[in-house]
């Protein structure tokens, strides 16, 4: 895939290339959310984020709670992680971190998504399955700090300002539609950790 210590153009042109329908499946939720009505199930905003964060495989008392929380919610900027977190564990009893991290971003898209990918390439660890369903949620609540604070500092560096103008290059009609920290997480997305490295601008950012 590399020569000389730069990634092939040919390699990163495909991988660019390859977010365009995730990005436009995702500009789909965005353009809908306002209007939406996420208690109805043929909503075409819920169903686009069902489709896209893979909702669709949750059960469905706790898409019940999840998108009746979520339709309360919609508006609410001020809408932190730990209180979307302790509403689905009081409702469910599961910690559900992902899930969690992805309602917060649609209604604040400056919060950072927490999944598999980006802990990966991150290097931030997942959140134990443990009993104690307290602790287990004091956890996820530091864990997701942990991110927020990596994007802060990420955000500080020329690495970010070289990743922001590779993707508004790929795809310019989402310059100013999309946010930072969305198309930072296009690149978790798509990239693995030792591409991401190979690319230069996630320096400091990219786990070991």
Avoid at 45 to 74: H, S
Avoid at 91 to 101: G, V, Y
Wanted: aromatic share 14%.
């Amino acid at each position: 895939m590399c020569q000389g210590g730069l990634m092939e153009k040919q390699f990163l042109h495909a991988q660019m290339e390859k977010m365009h329908e995730g990005i436009e499946l995702y500009s789909e939720i965005m353009n809908l959310f306002d209007q939406s009505d996420l208690n109805n199930p043929d909503d075409a905003c819920r169903k686009a984020i069902d489709k896209f964060y893979i909702v669709r495989r949750m059960k469905k008392e706790r898409k019940l709670y999840f998108y009746g929380f979520f339709e309360e919610n919609k508006h609410n900027k001020d809408l932190n992680f730990e209180t979307c977190l302790r509403y689905i564990l009081e409702k469910t009893n599961r910690i559900e971190t992902s899930f969690c991290s992805k309602m917060l971003h649609t209604i604040n898209p400056m919060m950072p998504i927490f999944d598999k990918n980006v802990r990966l390439n991150l290097g931030i660890r997942s959140v134990p399955s443990i009993k104690d369903k307290e602790s287990q949620c004091n956890i996820a609540v530091c864990i997701y700090k942990q991110l927020a604070d990596k994007y802060h500092d990420y955000f500080q560096t020329q690495g970010y300002l070289e990743a922001i103008r590779l993707f508004d290059s790929y795809y310019p009609e989402y310059s100013d539609k999309i946010s930072p920290v969305k198309k930072i997480d296009f690149f978790l997305w798509k990239f693995n950790k030792s591409e991401l490295k190979e690319l230069g601008m996630f320096s400091g950012f990219i786990g070991e």
